[in-house]
């Protein structure tokens, strides 16, 4: 291929772990000169209404619609794109969708979200672009399948086995890891990133995540057990929820071993100074935490594929789970012993793989050219050119 290629990644913001990916993704393309990225929350796009209801379902902490929730995706999970449900979801909104891909032109499609209208519109309509979907998380879910994908990315060889067990071909799998941003894969000084958050040094630091839209339960209940039993000063990121930021500044008035964030791009920052992180489970920051060496506990894991996530990776020793808060206080001081923590370091920086993003884009450009050795232009997807069956 002898121009730049313009590429489209597909995300969504359910949460905000399928947005770092294609960031991520996006950040390897432009280190290679590849600077027609586009991302994409084309469900959002398609669909903004039924997908603003969609993602308040999501985040609803209720434990109603937690369950929920768990027992849609447990339904769901070994549902096969060849089949009317599959259908129906590959190909909600192909219009749009088809009126996107003509605007953009691209040569390539990458998925951080399982949306995969996209692929069918570009087979049905005679091209020949190359789709990957990048699974962002440490379990299949039969969602993410799609027989026009060129190649699946995968955060372990467990999870290539599912997908082979599933019915995808060998040779089109990768195990990649999932893709996180450079700036968590590089050292910074402890020192030096204490005094820019304007922390003392010595202090030893717990971080708190309640996820980009504040989502973990009982932060307030939780930070104050952890004072009551720990020596850790606490950081506690409550996101994009303001009534929550809000209640506890006012519950923790006063209060020094208390630092309160909304969202911040510093994530990275503020892992480097921790001790150990308490989070959801989802999979982008159990990544990049693995990427730090910093111990993670998960409490009580949402059913769906957060516990997938978290049962997964604690299976292998690499985080622990709390499903109470006895077990949370004695797992965090646990943490407070040196030994214990520079064990799970360790096994931490063992597993790491830190080069996902480089290797996801390695790959789609040998695809590419394999596809289109000397293609002069993008593809067009003409109004009416696709057709009315599903192609599977």
Same mark, same amino acid.
């Given at each position: 291929?002898?121009?730049?290629?313009?590429?489209?990644?597909?995300?969504?913001?359910?949460?905000?772990?399928?947005?770092? =990916?294609?960031? /991520?993704? @996006? !950040? *390897?393309?432009? #280190?290679? %000169?590849?600077?027609?990225?586009? &991302? $994409?929350?084309?469900?959002?796009?398609?669909?903004?209404?039924?997908?603003?209801?969609?993602?308040?379902?999501?985040?609803?902490?209720?434990?109603?619609?937690?369950?929920?929730?768990?027992?849609?995706?447990?339904?769901?999970?070994?549902?096969?794109?060849?089949?009317?449900?599959?259908?129906?979801?590959?190909?909600?909104?192909?219009?749009?969708?088809?009126?996107?891909?003509?605007?953009?032109?691209?040569?390539?499609?990458?998925?951080?979200?399982?949306?995969?209208?996209?692929?069918?519109?570009?087979?049905?309509?005679?091209?020949?672009?190359?789709?990957?979907?990048?699974?962002?998380?440490?379990?299949?879910?039969?969602?993410?399948?799609?027989?026009?994908?060129?190649?699946?990315?995968? =955060?372990?060889? /467990?999870? @290539? !086995? *599912?997908?082979? #067990?599933? %019915?995808?071909?060998?040779?089109? &799998? $990768?195990?990649?890891?999932?893709?996180?941003?450079?700036?968590?894969?590089?050292?910074?000084?402890?020192?030096?990133?204490?005094?820019?958050?304007?922390?003392?040094?010595?202090?030893?630091?717990?971080?708190?995540?309640?996820?980009?839209?504040?989502?973990?339960?009982?932060?307030?209940?939780?930070?104050?057990?952890?004072?009551?039993?720990?020596?850790?000063?606490?950081?506690?990121?409550?996101?994009?929820?303001?009534?929550?930021?809000?209640?506890?500044?006012?519950?923790?008035?006063?209060?020094?071993?208390?630092?309160?964030?909304?969202?911040?791009?510093?994530?990275?920052?503020?892992?480097?100074?921790?001790?150990?992180?308490?989070?959801?489970?989802?999979?982008?920051?159990?990544?990049? =935490?693995?990427?730090?060496?910093?111990?993670?506990?998960?409490?009580?894991?949402?059913?769906?594929?957060?516990?997938?996530?978290?049962?997964?990776?604690?299976?292998?020793?690499?985080?622990?789970?709390?499903?109470?808060?006895?077990?949370?206080?004695?797992?965090?001081?646990?943490?407070?012993?040196?030994?214990?923590?520079?064990?799970?370091?360790?096994?931490?920086?063992?597993?790491?793989?830190?080069?996902?993003?480089?290797?996801?884009?390695?790959?789609?450009?040998?695809?590419?050219?394999?596809?289109?050795?000397?293609?002069?232009?993008?593809?067009?997807?003409?109004?009416?050119?696709?057709?009315?069956?599903?192609?599977?």
């Amino acid at each position: 291929m002898n121009r730049t290629p313009t590429v489209l990644i597909v995300t969504s913001k359910f949460g905000d772990g399928h947005v770092k =990916a294609a960031e /991520a993704i @996006k !950040q *390897a393309f432009e #280190a290679r %000169g590849i600077n027609q990225v586009h &991302i $994409v929350d084309l469900f959002a796009e398609v669909f903004p209404r039924l997908n603003e209801l969609s993602r308040r379902f999501y985040l609803n902490n209720s434990p109603l619609a937690q369950e929920l929730y768990g027992f849609i995706y447990e339904t769901t999970s070994t549902m096969k794109p060849d089949r009317a449900f599959g259908k129906l979801l590959h190909s909600l909104g192909k219009m749009k969708v088809r009126r996107l891909l003509d605007k953009l032109r691209p040569d390539l499609i990458i998925h951080t979200f399982p949306y995969l209208a996209a692929a069918g519109i570009s087979r049905e309509a005679g091209g020949q672009v190359p789709v990957f979907t990048v699974l962002t998380d440490y379990v299949v879910h039969g969602r993410w399948l799609h027989p026009y994908t060129t190649t699946y990315f995968t =955060a372990s060889s /467990a999870m @290539k !086995q *599912a997908l082979q #067990a599933a %019915g995808v071909p060998g040779e089109s &799998i $990768v195990v990649s890891g999932i893709p996180i941003r450079r700036h968590f894969t590089q050292l910074l000084d402890r020192e030096e990133t204490l005094y820019e958050h304007w922390l003392d040094s010595s202090r030893r630091y717990f971080l708190i995540a309640a996820g980009a839209y504040g989502v973990l339960s009982n932060i307030g209940g939780l930070i104050q057990s952890i004072l009551n039993h720990t020596d850790y000063d606490l950081i506690a990121v409550c996101g994009n929820n303001h009534k929550l930021r809000a209640a506890m500044e006012e519950k923790f008035q006063g209060q020094d071993r208390v630092h309160l964030l909304g969202y911040t791009d510093k994530m990275h920052e503020l892992m480097s100074i921790s001790d150990g992180l308490l989070t959801k489970a989802g999979g982008i920051t159990l990544t990049e =935490a693995l990427a730090k060496s910093l111990p993670v506990i998960v409490y009580r894991p949402l059913p769906g594929q957060e516990a997938g996530n978290a049962r997964w990776l604690a299976g292998r020793e690499l985080i622990d789970v709390a499903n109470d808060e006895d077990q949370l206080i004695a797992m965090i001081r646990r943490l407070e012993q040196p030994f214990y923590r520079e064990e799970r370091k360790r096994a931490m920086r063992e597993y790491a793989d830190q080069a996902s993003s480089d290797l996801i884009v390695d790959e789609a450009l040998r695809a590419l050219e394999l596809h289109h050795p000397a293609r002069q232009t993008s593809p067009e997807f003409k109004e009416g050119q696709a057709k009315t069956a599903h192609g599977y």
